[in-house]
């Protein structure tokens, strides 16, 4: 009954993990649109080398790789903690939200090379999908973690 309960509870636990990491994501990937949410003018006809040199003297640019590399880190982080509850539906959401955010990042390194359009619309619409799966995490676990708590017995 003890091991049971104390199941029960890690459980909860692991719904609030995944309801706060699905949260974050979705605060950080409009935050990294945000930061740079206005034209950016990069410099054409330059090397690689000389494009992430101009990445490292705009703030704002700079900000949204840091901002973007801490969301494919946390995207990592998600998809194994996904792994390691087991939760199929989870392990399917985090795999397309990782998916999506890798497409995105690659996409800005794209643009950064080659310095075309379709490689922005690429990011532009892999951001978007990345919005729906983790806000869809989000409301998913919002949703269980409240039906789940109210269902709970009272601790004698």
């Not at 194994?80 to 399917?92: D, Y």
């Not at 310095?115 to 619409?125: L, V």
């Not at 949703?143 to 017995?153: F, G, H, L, Q, V």
Request: hydrophobic content about 55%.
């Amino acid at each position: 009954m003890v091991k049971e309960r104390q199941r029960h509870m890690i459980k909860i636990m692991e719904q609030s993990n995944f309801k706060n990491i699905s949260r974050r994501l979705v605060i950080e990937l409009v935050l990294v649109v945000a930061v740079v949410s206005y034209k950016v003018n990069f410099p054409k006809g330059t090397s690689l080398a000389q494009s992430w040199g101009f990445v490292l003297t705009h703030p704002l640019v700079l900000l949204h790789v840091i901002v973007g590399t801490i969301i494919l880190v946390e995207a990592i982080l998600l998809l194994i903690r996904s792994v390691l509850s087991h939760h199929r539906s989870w392990i399917v959401l985090a795999s397309a939200g990782l998916v999506l955010v890798i497409l995105a990042f690659a996409s800005g390194e794209s643009f950064l090379a080659a310095q075309r359009n379709i490689a922005i619309s690429i990011m532009g619409d892999s951001w978007f999908g990345a919005i729906v799966i983790y806000g869809l995490c989000w409301f998913l676990n919002r949703k269980k973690a409240s039906t789940t708590i109210n269902s709970e017995d009272p601790v004698d």
